[in-house]
């Protein structure tokens, strides 16, 4: 009798994971389209850029640099640009960031300074529709906004 109950619950045993397996594709297909319409759902895709630094000065070290990056995303015909100025030496010199940008109208550059740190939030709002087809960023930093200065960077 012991061997026809081993028999029975291996048999049991054998058909319920047969069942799960068969069932699994299905499941993971379900769940493939939940994933798919959720992504879809968090609003459009994000291009990432940087990191871009500013330039040696007074002999530092390539950690003490500072440095800018940030992503952009392209929302109803704007593009918008997100990021981070960091000042990493925290030496009571100046960390800037230039944005430089090219439209219809013409080539366009914005500056902005901090001691520590700065964060851009939903910067820009350029439409395709005005041309808009270049965005670089340069890192200086220094006593005024052209001391140590890296190279521009190409964002977009």
Known sequence: MSKIRTLLVGTVLAGSLAAGLAAAPAQAATAGT????????????KHFFGPYYSKFGGGESFGK????KGYWYKDDGRYWFFGDLSDRDRDREYSYVWFKWHDR?????????????????????????N???????????????????GSWGDAF
Do not use: L, M, W
């Not at 939940?34 to 609003?43: D, F, H, I, P, V």
């Open 105 to 129: 109208f013409g080539h366009h550059t914005k500056y902005y300074k901090t001691f520590g740190g700065k964060h851009f939030h939903k910067f820009g709002g350029f439409k395709g529709s």
């Open 131 to 149: 041309g808009f087809d270049d965005f670089k960023i340069r890192v200086c930093e220094g006593d005024n906004r052209f001391d140590d200065c």
């Open 34 to 45: 939940a994933t798919a319409a959720s992504a879809s759902e968090q609003g459009p895709k």
């Open 65 to 68: 640099r500072s440095y800018f």
